[in-house]
């Protein structure tokens, strides 16, 4: 089957063009979505979702590239995006574990930095961290408990 009678087929939502497509693509998409984001299960999970992709917006492709040149780019935005979605996911628990929910005055909760993530802080400086900024970081921190 040519690339052309895949997107024809495909975009008529034949369901031989569309096993076609899976058979003969699927262990590329899984194993290019596996190299940018390392873990297998999401791969196959992200496979799936490329391919109903794939689908859904084939009648969009405009064979100005190759027909696999196509899906190779949608499996690189899709895993871009669950890269970036995973590093929004840790960026906010690194601050969770930064912070520390506590129960203050009145029963009322508040945020303050654990003890664990306090210490390194309240040592003494190394010679990077200009003196000025240091007295700074180390005031505010100070006085949060």
Same mark, same amino acid.
């Given at each position: 089957?040519?690339?052309? +009678?895949?997107? +024809? ?15 003969n ?6 194993? !290019?979505?596996? =190299? #940018?984001i390392? /873990?297998?299960?999401?791969? +196959? ?5 490329? #391919? &109903? +992709?794939?689908?859904?917006?084939i009648?969009?492709f405009?064979?100005t ?6 899906? =190779?780019? &949608?499996?690189? /935005?899709?895993?871009?995006?669950i890269?970036?979605? /995973?590093?929004r996911? /840790? ?6 574990? #930064? #912070?520390?929910?506590t129960?203050?005055?009145d029963?009322?909760?508040?945020m303050?930095?654990s003890?664990? !993530?306090?210490q ?26």
């Open positions: 089957m040519t690339d052309r +009678e895949l997107i +024809e087929g495909v975009s008529r939502r034949d369901k031989a063009a569309i096993n076609y497509l899976v058979n693509y699927q262990k590329r998409v899984i194993k !290019t979505a596996y =190299y #940018f390392g /873990n297998l299960e999401d791969a +196959e999970d992200l496979s799936q979702e490329i #391919f &109903i +992709e794939i689908i859904k917006s009648s969009s405009r064979c590239s190759s027909l696999s040149t196509w899906i =190779y780019r &949608i499996i690189i /935005n899709r895993s871009i995006n890269i970036r979605k /995973n590093n996911r /840790n960026i906010f628990s690194n601050i969770e574990h #930064f #912070f520390q929910i129960s203050g005055p029963d009322k909760t508040r303050e930095p003890e664990k !993530t306090r390194p802080f309240l040592k003494k400086p190394e010679r990077s961290i200009p003196i000025h900024l240091w007295r700074h970081v180390s005031s505010n921190i100070l006085r949060m408990t």
